[in-house]
């Protein structure tokens, strides 16, 4: 039941029978007898120019990527084996090439492979719960072999001096056509590997409310069929990058970002228009919530907004109805929810309370002095003058009740620092704590301000070295700016934080003064620059 070479020099001979050698096994789901590899591996410099421009050779590779029932497996077997580094050049630049950052848990040809293993089971329809959008979709892809070669080389060029993504996509374009792939193929391809991380980073770091971030991106997206193979992908490479990386939260961003594009690309020839969703969304809580008066269920809607019902799942939805409504039985103005995700290292913490244009400020420095990192965050004003925001904080311990009295730690500084009752500048600077680590990374502070991004807002894009009170320093910092904080989109990618707040003055409008803008600019630079010496200098 093993597979074993004819003779031992039948891979010297004839290199394309290394290609074969592994074709034939995945397809007839045999093993390859052990003296066979071995003998792989001593032949595996016949692999050379000849064959990788063979025409069957490139088809047989082809094969098995896109036909095989474990093509993760096969491949992984490859690289084992030395084949695939050596058949795919630019392969062997990246195998066992480590990732120095604390966001990617595996070398970069591990995170392929794996991705690759990813997408086949989103379209055997294996993880339907986790991915229901894609392994919808993924049914009515028709450049099946684009996606997959796509996902196979998006990290392709990682470690070059020049950008992954653009140095990735001029691999993309020589390697395609060789591999039988057709000009428009290898176009789109290309198109892949260039913009592989647009949809995350849209998701993650823009408004999905603002309409300008829609179509924004819809413009470089331009077909439904792109939109279709960018969204698997993202999620595919989400997923690959480690355990606990991918989450509900990034899965719902992505939904209403596909969502909210498909109708631009298709000539509004959908079959859900926004104000559907909007419904649907609401038809859905109504269900969920059975137990309430008619009343009462059309009293709650009406007091989101719809930015709220395309950007919160349903189990979040129900989690925020039943806290307002038991503020409300309570006569509370200020109430918390706290939810626990053990898989994830998560804990989430819910607060309603009073708007107010230092808020945001105030929660971050309530969990800076609490010592709880902020990895996420996502924040909503109601139709009442009352914010729902969500802060996503990292867990520290293993044993529960200690979490617990950690994140009640937190909840009392938040009560205090709604009262007026705690000073945060100084609780923050002395809840800072050296972090030993931090000094085996360098993140160059970055500040961009944009009037372009949205309509109504200018949106701030801050990029530095994440610490312990980062968040707060930086809320802060727009509040003594007057500046008010529509939304924020908070992400930290490791080491790396990367925060987007878009802010109007304290009159709702766009700041278009050169010299406050460059002030601003100053500022937010000077908390990161100033910060980051500080966390480095503490570690030592």
Request: with cysteine; proline share 2%; aromatic share 6%.
């Amino acid at each position: 039941g093993r597979i074993k070479a004819a003779d031992d020099n039948l891979f010297v001979d004839d290199p394309v029978s290394i290609m074969r050698l592994f074709r034939v096994a995945e397809h007839n789901n045999l093993a390859i007898h052990p003296a066979t590899l071995r003998l792989v591996r001593r032949s595996r410099r016949s692999i050379g120019k000849q064959m990788r421009a063979d025409p069957a050779a490139n088809k047989l590779f082809l094969d098995i990527l896109t036909k095989s029932r474990d093509p993760e497996a096969v491949l992984r077997r490859m690289s084992e084996a030395g084949v695939l580094g050596r058949f795919i050049h630019e392969f062997g630049r990246i195998t066992a090439l480590m990732q120095f950052n604390m966001y990617h848990h595996y070398t970069v040809d591990e995170h392929l492979i794996r991705a690759v293993g990813i997408l086949s089971k989103i379209e055997q329809g294996l993880l339907k719960q986790d991915h229901p959008l894609a392994s919808g979709i993924i049914k009515g892809v028709v450049s099946r072999r684009v996606l997959y070669v796509a996902v196979l080389l998006h990290d392709i060029a990682k470690g070059r001096r020049e950008d992954h993504s653009i140095a990735g996509a001029r691999v993309a374009k020589t390697l395609c056509p060789r591999l039988g792939l057709s000009k428009s193929e290898t176009e789109t391809v290309e198109w892949l590997v260039r913009h592989h991380l647009l949809m995350s980073e849209t998701a993650q770091m823009r408004d999905l409310s603002d309409y300008k971030t829609i179509t924004d991106f819809a413009a470089i997206v331009q077909s439904p069929e792109r939109l279709r193979l960018l969204l698997i992908l993202t999620v595919v490479d989400i997923r690959a990058v480690g355990p606990g990386v991918w989450n509900g939260w990034k899965g719902q961003l992505l939904r209403t970002l596909y969502s909210e594009t498909e109708p631009h690309l298709s000539g509004g020839h959908t079959s859900i228009s926004r104000l559907d969703r909007i419904e649907a969304a609401k038809m859905a809580l109504t269900g969920a919530l059975s137990d309430w008066d008619a009343a009462d269920i059309s009293a709650y809607l009406d007091r989101h907004y719809d930015a709220y019902w395309y950007t919160v799942d349903l189990e979040h939805q129900v989690m925020d109805a039943k806290l307002l409504a038991r503020a409300g039985a309570a006569n509370e103005t200020v109430a918390f929810d706290v939810r626990t995700d053990n898989f994830k290292s998560i804990t989430e913490i819910t607060v309603y309370v009073p708007d107010h244009p230092r808020l945001l400020a105030l929660l971050t420095g309530a969990c800076a002095a609490g010592g709880a990192n902020i990895v996420g965050a996502k924040i909503f004003t109601t139709t009442d003058g009352m914010a729902l925001d969500t802060l996503l904080i990292q867990r520290v311990f293993e044993d529960a009740d200690d979490e617990h009295r950690r994140i009640d730690r937190v909840l009392d500084l938040m009560r205090q620092a709604f009262a007026g009752k705690i000073q945060l500048r100084k609780a923050v600077a002395e809840a800072s704590r050296p972090k030993g680590r931090i000094k085996a990374f360098t993140v160059e502070p970055q500040v961009i301000l944009s009037n372009d991004t949205s309509n109504r807002f200018t949106v701030v894009e801050v990029a530095g070295l994440d610490r312990l009170g980062l968040l707060f320093k930086l809320t802060d910092s727009l509040f003594r700016l007057n500046l008010d904080i529509a939304s924020a989109q908070i992400t930290t990618f490791g080491e790396r934080a990367v925060d987007v707040f878009y802010v109007t003055d304290l009159i709702g409008q766009k700041i278009t003064s050169q010299t406050r803008l460059q002030s601003i600019e100053e500022t937010l630079l000077d908390v990161l620059e100033t910060g980051r010496k500080q966390e480095i200098a503490r570690a030592g």
